[in-house]
């Protein structure tokens, strides 16, 4: 049995900031476990820039994001296990893991911070009808195929799905040499960013065709072709509206799932929104000491968006360890009329800062205002020109508000169109 | 090469008579016209090993179901295939398919099907307590169980091959010429000569029959639906749930799979496409709703994935094992849809039985009944694992990370007797892959390792043979 202070489950952005920021809070005994061969988690395989614009005020690939990181962690004395699979957090925070060097692992650790990051949702969970052949496949996996391993995974695309990493493999495809026919999204509206839209699908003329759904796989071994077909305001494909589209590559971009086997394995309740354990302002789970981080928590639109929340849960962790972090009563968060979901789900009421609330709605809105209240009472309120679902926001709410509140009350914020 | 046998067909019922005659001083080659075992209706179907009552009396369905069964347990045990005696209930939902319960009952106590009763709806509700408020009452049979139909075919082949048959990939056979020695068969993988034929040929056993002037057999191609749902909600029904049967099968089942998910389907409808194993919206939508009929809590936010499957129906309702009237030494094992998986052991035995007919067998000194256990990294005990990674540190590395399979027994998998040659390959001998992300992040990882096995540039590694190619060649 080792021992640790702390150990971080994931070695990708949001597992190397958590790290690196309880170091620098003052944490000694430090394990970060990455099931890569490499750290970096994602970020490898994402060699297109637009990275770090926020963080660091530069425009960085994907590598040279995760590179500062790494960077930074070869310069502390911070032990990093890759190539490193976390079977079991127990409850007691002991961590199972294993590699081919070590074999079984067993860490006990003070806190754990888990940031597994999250998995595309995959064709089966979609249902679409149609043969099993082969050149159906996330876009990530394509993306693995292209800048990893460096093999052309089609020639024909389809791409269904407008989530960012579809936006990028359809400009990536093409600069490889690939037709792009297409991107079908079945909502009235895109989920990637709006700069993915323009630099990815406008500048090289690839359609983006809304409400509009794949209905249907063609193909023996490989893929032939896809029937594409518009949907209602249910989203039910509308008769008569079928079109057979010739691909030999169907791509899916169709959402992401935060990957929390180990969280619910280890009994961690989640959030039915975000997929998610629910957490307080230091992103400390239901379980002492256990931290969640990074798309683990939440998916995020940018990695930027992940190092912070990480350094959070970072500064949580090691206030944990040193025996400084509040605890007691908290007040909770809710996210109502047309806001989907609020992180965190609850703040210490003696909480000792400002707390930053993120959420995302659930439909576009144009001119709208986002209003937080507690108790009947208004806390604040904010006019926004767009929200829309692709793109997360939030409010800060004054730690001398927060001090104010009663126990238990309830925090919700709303959208007023 | 001449063989004294020639299987044709590697599904569970060609797999299991190859191991049969596997105990044997004979030659014998089992051809698969793909490029694994397992691929046609063994691979898409209800995993499910049948009490033995739905048969009529007197045919080959029910004495091969009912033997069948009562053989499933221990062959399995002999080949390390997971096996589960979860018993089925058949689901009346008013007081006239309480009648229908009762003629089934009388059938199966005819058929010999041992632990059958009825139970009324407390019982039925105390044994699965998400069943239908609409449910009154049920057929319970007990020996009823689930297994996995191509991992008990892998694992029959695996014994096979290691006991000396010959499994021949890729090989289709074309068309078939008598000579005095017997047959010469003209395949895809060249001329292979055999004293008798075994057609095991499933949904193409017809036409692999007319090949030899045999145009008796009639089948109906009939495609079936379904859904496997997660894990998580793998528990919502204990027992293999089906509602009352009717002309065109025995309804959607709903069932835990022996893997722990759930599955419901199959629908049934005839098709002319033998090879049409596509799924279709009103299809899965079909089985969806009739599921919902025995088990109202299941929802389709939970599916991992669907599939169809197509079974050879036999216009005449029933198997057609024995002697081909067209020619000499030829046995058609043919028709064989449901209960077929269940009969599968027993139909391995009649067969052999029926080749004794002409060709004296003398048994094998050096033959063995049993497979080695395969390495299950996900069952094992922490101690148990520390000590496997320090005898083999491939077992160290997890490669799927929904499922827990490691390299190790992605490699085992395909350096097995009758091995993993494609991505299907390995994920139904290990199931990497078969979890929740379908193979988004593992799946790359297994081509790489089948490509190092095989001694292929990745992008020669196919998802499932033939032209099913998943990456082309390099980027610029």
Same mark, same amino acid.
């Not at chain 1, 099931?35 to 005020?57: D, K, M, P, S, V």
């Not at chain 2, 044997?24 to 090993?49: H, Q």
């Not at chain 2, 990882?445 to 990745?458: Q, T």
């Given at each position: ?46 060699? +297109?820039?637009?990275?770090?614009? +926020? ?99 089609? +020639? ?130 239901? +379980? ?130 | ?56 009396? %007197? ?336 077992? %160290? ?80």
């Amino acid at each position: 049995m080792l021992n640790y202070e702390l150990v971080v489950v994931g070695g990708g952005p949001a597992g190397m900031a958590a790290a690196l920021e309880a170091k620098k809070n003052g944490v000694n005994k430090i394990m970060v476990l990455e099931r890569a061969e490499t750290l970096g988690g994602i970020l490898e395989q994402c060699i +297109h820039t637009g990275f770090g614009l +926020h963080y660091f005020g530069e425009e960085l690939s994907g590598p040279e994001y995760a590179g500062r990181f790494i960077k930074l962690l070869e310069d502390t004395d911070i032990d990093v296990k890759t190539d490193t699979m976390v079977l079991d957090v127990a409850s007691d925070n002991t961590v199972t893991a294993v590699n081919k060097k070590d074999g079984l692992l067993k860490i006990q650790a003070k806190a754990v911070v888990l940031a597994m990051g999250c998995r595309e949702r995959p064709r089966g969970a979609l249902s679409i009808a149609g043969s099993r052949c082969s050149g159906i496949m996330t876009a990530g996996t394509a993306q693995k195929y292209v800048n990893i391993d460096g093999y052309m995974p089609g +020639h024909e695309v389809v791409i269904l799905g407008s989530g960012d990493i579809g936006l990028i493999m359809a400009r990536r495809m093409t600069l490889e040499g690939a037709k792009v026919k297409m991107v079908c999204e079945l909502m009235p509206y895109s989920g990637g960013l709006t700069r993915n839209i323009v630099q990815c699908l406008d500048d090289f003329g690839i359609p983006l065709k809304l409400s509009t759904t794949v209905i249907a796989t063609h193909g023996k071994d490989r893929l032939e072709g896809v029937t594409i077909a518009k949907v209602d305001d249910k989203l039910q494909p509308i008769p008569g509206t079928e079109e057979y589209i010739s691909c030999d590559t169907l791509m899916l971009s169709v959402g992401l799932i935060p990957e929390n086997e180990l969280s619910k394995n280890s009994g961690l309740q989640l959030d039915m929104i975000t997929n998610g354990p629910r957490v307080d302002e230091y992103r400390e789970t239901e +379980h002492a000491g256990v931290f969640a981080c990074g798309n683990v928590l939440q998916v995020h639109d940018l990695v930027d968006y992940v190092t912070q929340e990480s350094q959070i849960a970072g500064v949580g962790a090691a206030k944990f360890i040193k025996g400084e972090k509040v605890t007691g009563d908290c007040v909770y968060t809710k996210g109502i009329n047309g806001v989907r979901y609020i992180v965190p789900q609850r703040i210490n009421c003696k909480t000792d800062g400002d707390v930053k609330l993120y959420f995302r709605v659930g439909a576009v809105f144009n001119n709208a205002k986002i209003i937080v209240e507690c108790e009947g009472k208004e806390i604040l309120s904010k006019k926004k020109v767009k929200l829309c679902p692709g793109e997360m926001e939030y409010v800060i709410i004054k730690q001398s508000v927060i001090a104010e509140l009663p126990a238990n009350a309830e925090i919700t914020v709303r959208v007023e169109a | 090469m001449t063989y004294d046998v020639a299987i044709v067909g590697a599904g569970v019922v060609g797999g299991l008579i190859a191991r049969e005659l596997s105990r044997f001083n004979i030659k014998v080659a089992l051809l698969e016209k793909l490029n694994d075992v397992a691929m046609g209706t063994t691979k898409a179907n209800s995993a499910i090993v049948h009490g033995g009552f739905d048969a009529q009396n %007197g045919t080959l369905k029910a004495k091969l179901n009912v033997e069948g069964t009562a053989l499933m347990p221990v062959v399995c045990e002999k080949l390390s295939v997971p096996f589960k005696k979860n018993g089925s209930v058949v689901v009346a939902f008013s007081e006239k398919e309480m009648e229908h319960i009762k003629v089934l009952y009388e059938r199966g106590i005819k058929n010999g099907v041992p632990e059958l009763s009825i139970i009324d709806q407390a019982e039925l509700r105390r044994r699965e307590p998400n069943i239908s408020d609409e449910a009154v009452g049920a057929l319970l049979s007990e020996s009823a169980g689930i297994v996995c139909p191509y991992e008990l075919t892998i694992a029959a082949v695996e014994n096979a091959v290691t006991n000396g048959v010959e499994l021949i990939r890729n090989c289709e056979v074309k068309s078939i010429a008598e000579n005095a020695d017997g047959y010469v068969l003209n395949t895809t993988a060249g001329e292979i000569n055999a004293k008798y034929i075994i057609n095991a040929a499933g949904n193409f056993s017809d036409e692999l029959a007319k090949m030899v002037g045999d145009d008796s057999i009639e089948l109906v191609p009939r495609k079936g639906e379904y859904y496997v749902l997660d894990k998580s909600v793998g528990n919502l029904a204990t027992h293999t749930i089906f509602q009352c049967p009717n002309e065109m099968g025995k309804g959607i089942l709903v069932t835990p799979t022996v893997d722990g998910n759930l599955l419901i389907g199959p629908t049934a409808l005839n098709i002319e496409d033998k090879d049409d194993t596509t799924t279709t919206p009103e299809g899965l939508r079909d089985a969806l709703q009739k599921a919902l009929k025995s088990v109202p809590v299941v929802s389709i936010r939970n599916a991992i994935t669907s599939f169809a499957g197509v079974r050879a129906h036999p216009v005449n309702d029933d198997f057609i094992i024995g002697w081909c009237e067209k020619s000499a030494n030829f046995i058609n094992v043919a028709g064989v849809e449901s209960p077929g998986l269940s009969s599968a052991p027993a139909i391995a035995i009649f067969v052999r039985e029926i080749l004794e007919e002409k060709l004296a067998l003398t048994e094998k000194e050096n033959y063995t009944d049993t497979r080695e256990t395969p390495v299950r990294f996900r069952h094992l005990s922490d101690e148990e694992r520390a000590e496997l990674i320090s005898k083999n540190p491939a077992y %160290g590395r997890i490669v799927c990370r929904c499922e827990t399979i490691t390299e190790g027994e992605i490699i085992d998998a395909i350096r097995a007797p009758g091995g993993a040659r494609d991505v299907d390959g390995v994920k139904r001998r290990t199931r990497a892959g078969m979890g929740r992300c379908q193979g988004g992040f593992c799946g790359s990882k297994v081509v790489e390792i089948l490509a190092r096995e095989l001694g292929v540039p990745m992008s020669e590694i196919t998802k499932f043979g033939g032209d099913s190619k998943i990456i082309y060649e390099r980027t610029k």
